[in-house]
């Protein structure tokens, strides 16, 4: 199918043929039928992109503070090439369109196959959507039409913030896509409308077409007082994009006494504090569509908020958008300026950049052949054969994670032939795949799962899916390689452990992505107390840095939390020090009535290792992270060893003190991916044993639970047997 994404690089637009997603739990699979594309965003859009990096890191300050930090902690070389990769990436175009549903997920109850909907897809022929950003278009709105019904919802979010009146007087500057909707709104919800546009023809549509009282490009703020009988307008709402303050400061001067600002657009905010503090006006910016805009909990996750506490969601702005085009109180046709196929969307784009100005609403259109049902979820990057005597493998996700660290890595060893990648999307796999050299892109993991061809399986998909994909593989006879965490649930680590001892025939290799064992720092490390045989004691920090309770990582369900998905790190670096699995676990987090919603990132942990040995790992969101990231402090036997960030070592002994420092940090991704493939190659045992595997993720998930009951917790014997 045809997909229109964006190069952050250079502003590049092209137009791809990706695989057709699958439908997703909480998701709508669509075939678009129409989408718009909005010249002034999408122009926007793509000249940030044009800028040079220094021009980026003008517009996009808090980035260019995580790459500062990032390079405090990782190294400068290692930064760069992440960031180089990240500039590579394909970024979806479009956020309005109109089609058919196809699918729909587990969970979706009130949408059904073949229902018309308006969603906020991109510019694509099939789009999984989630299903709060859907909503259902009645029999009488086409869907071209309705293709309009997000950015629709933007203006009316405006309107909403507005507090306006039946019989109120608006002024409405910048008359672009979402301007001339927010006029005809204001004229059907019976508002006296004004408008300012310095494009001549954009105010001659508003005042013909849209339902503006009078438009011109040279309207003033006495011209305004003029009309209000000197009172002023009772609310302004700005819908221009430029960088020049003149906006703020003509609504300033127009509004009246106790009178309302709203921001829907992006301009200059050197805001004048005497024309607000005379007049107290109020001054609010709009979030895009309404409540629920970038609330994950909403939109992806599908947790609706009551209408009795939240009475207009995005969703629900969006249908009302939708019935006011039933009733014939919104007609959006005089907004559009022509139609384009998606195939031809090129030379769409190109137009914009010439003269964006002229145009308003461009609909790109899709062909039949999307809405006839047809799964083409596989696509061939190549036309090579693959190379002989390499183990194909095949990859399950292509996020950050993957892209920037673990494929890369993958894709360096000559053992392997990287032959399927698959990710939800399409997008991801494709510009991945064919940048490190896959046959084939998939939006279907069955199609890795299921390829009697692929001998290895790497997972790197979100937490909750690891467990479930794992069974698949071992049952289909493939060695994994999966991130950790290996599971969320004791049940899901039994039911692998239960597949592992049950497999006929030769057992596959199954190993967890526990990097930091594998790194020159660790080993060293390792090799210094090789000779000691008395029980040791590990100190392990981590300065984890908080990341905001919304984030996936955070949802119980999905990510497990931060003790499952990243203090299972430090477990599993104990374990390797300690040379003994784990058997004993407790954990302590803050609380009182000042801490924060999110506790369990701030916690310590201590385990009890079989041979003796004792680890208190102390997981740290609550700190800052200008500070080194990682410290770790092994001691035994009259010998002392330090880990700081990866980068240096410290060895005591005997009274000495030795120090290794590296201008990098190394955490040892790269080494754990040799070891997996020379074990396949060599037909050896997993560079982790199976006891360690499963214990060490018992202790994280018990870990948690310890915190929530206040009670140590004994890891049974059978989990600490091979």
């Given at each position: 199918m045809y997909k229109i994404t964006q190069n952050i690089r250079n502003g590049a637009i092209s137009v791809d043929t990706v695989p057709q997603p699958l439908v997703q739990a909480g998701h709508l699979l669509i075939a678009n039928v129409a989408s718009v594309i909005s010249p002034g965003t999408e122009k926007a859009l793509m000249e940030l992109s044009q800028k040079s990096l220094i021009g980026k890191a003008r517009q996009r300050p808090d980035q260019v503070r995580r790459v500062l930090e990032k390079?405090?902690?990782?190294?400068?070389?290692?930064?760069?090439?992440?960031?180089?990769?990240?500039?590579?990436?394909?970024?979806?175009?479009?956020?309005?369109?109109?089609?058919?549903?196809?699918?729909?997920?587990a969970g979706v109850q009130n949408f059904r196959p073949g229902d018309r909907v308006a969603s906020n897809g991109p510019h694509a022929g099939v789009v999984c959507v989630p299903k709060n950003l859907c909503a259902m278009v009645p029999e009488k709105v086409p869907l071209d039409h309705a293709a309009f019904a997000v950015l629709g919802a933007i203006a009316l979010q405006s309107i909403r913030l507005s507090e306006i009146k039946l019989g109120e007087t608006v002024l409405v500057i910048g008359l672009g896509l979402i301007g001339q909707i927010t006029v005809a709104l204001l004229n059907a919800a019976g508002a006296r409308v004004l408008a300012v546009d310095l494009d001549r023809t954009k105010c001659e549509l508003a005042s013909t077409k849209m339902g503006a009282e009078e438009a011109r490009p040279d309207f003033k703020a006495n011209d305004i007082l003029d009309r209000t009988s000197g009172f002023g307008v009772d609310a302004v709402i700005i819908s221009a994009s430029t960088k020049s303050n003149d906006p703020i400061d003509l609504a300033a001067a127009a509004v009246r006494q106790k009178g309302r600002i709203v921001l829907t657009g992006v301009v200059g905010l050197e805001l004048d504090r005497r024309p607000f503090y005379f007049k107290e006006?109020?001054?609010?910016?709009?979030?895009?569509?309404?409540?629920?805009?970038?609330?994950?909990?909403?939109?992806?996750?599908?947790?609706?908020?009551?209408?009795?506490?939240?009475?207009?969601?995005?969703?629900?702005?969006?249908?009302a958008v939708l019935d006011l085009m039933a009733a014939g109180r919104l007609d959006v046709s005089p907004l559009i300026s022509r139609r384009v196929p998606i195939e031809n969307a090129l030379e769409a784009y190109n137009s914009i950049r010439a003269e964006s100005k002229s145009q308003l609403g461009i609909l790109l259109t899709y062909p039949e052949a999307a809405r006839c049902g047809q799964n083409n979820h596989t696509q061939a990057l190549t036309t090579q054969s693959p190379p002989l005597g390499k183990i194909p493998i095949g990859c399950l996700g292509a996020g950050n994670f993957a892209r920037l660290v673990l494929l890369p890595c993958i894709c360096r060893i000559g053992d392997f032939h990287p032959k399927t990648l698959c990710s939800a999307g399409g997008t991801s796999a494709v510009h991945s795949g064919k940048k490190l050299g896959f046959d084939?892109?998939?939006?279907?993991?069955?199609?890795?799962?299921?390829?009697?061809?692929?001998?290895?399986?790497?997972?790197?998909?979100?937490?909750?899916?690891h467990a479930r994909q794992v069974l698949k593989a071992i049952e289909a006879g493939k060695d994994v390689f999966v991130e950790k965490p290996l599971a969320l649930s004791i049940e899901d680590i039994i039911a692998i452990d239960d597949a592992i001892e049950n497999c006929p025939g030769v057992k596959p290799l199954l190993m967890v992505g526990f990097n930091r064992r594998f790194s020159p720092a660790a080993l060293a490390v390792r090799e210094f107390f090789s000779r000691i045989a008395q029980p040791k004691t590990i100190c392990i920090r981590f300065n984890a840095g908080p990341i905001p309770e919304s984030h996936w990582s955070q949802h119980e369900s999905i990510g497990g939390g931060r003790i499952v998905g990243e203090a299972c790190h430090a477990i599993d670096l104990a374990t390797f020090f300690a040379e003994s699995p784990p058997c004993r676990v407790y954990a302590e987090s803050i609380g009182g009535t000042n801490a924060p919603r999110i506790t369990e990132d701030q916690c310590l942990i201590t385990v009890k290792h079989v041979n003796g040995s004792v680890s208190s790992i102390a997981y740290l969101a609550g700190g800052d992270k200008a500070f080194p990231k990682e410290r770790v402090e092994v001691f035994g036997g009259g010998q002392i060893a330090v880990i700081d960030d990866f980068r240096e070592i410290i060895f005591c002994s005997n009274g000495k003190t030795k120090r290794q420092r590296s201008f990098s940090t190394d955490k040892g991704h790269r080494q754990e991916i040799e070891s997996f493939a020379k074990a396949l190659t060599e037909g050896t045992a997993s560079p982790i044993s199976w006891e360690e595997l499963k214990t060490v993720s018992l202790a994280a998930i018990l870990a948690v639970r310890s915190v929530h009951e206040g009670i140590p917790f004994e890891i049974p014997a059978r989990f600490r047997e091979s």
């Open positions: 390079i405090r902690n990782e190294g400068l070389f290692q930064t760069l090439a992440q960031v180089q990769e990240k500039l590579d990436e394909p970024m979806n175009m479009g956020y309005s369109s109109a089609g058919i549903v196809l699918a729909v997920g006006a109020e001054f609010v910016v709009s979030c895009s569509y309404g409540p629920g805009r970038y609330d994950p909990f909403y939109e992806t996750y599908g947790q609706d908020y009551p209408p009795a506490h939240v009475r207009w969601t995005e969703q629900r702005n969006i249908q084939y892109a998939t939006t279907d993991e069955n199609t890795v799962l299921h390829d009697e061809e692929i001998q290895a399986v790497f997972i790197a998909t979100q937490h909750d899916r």
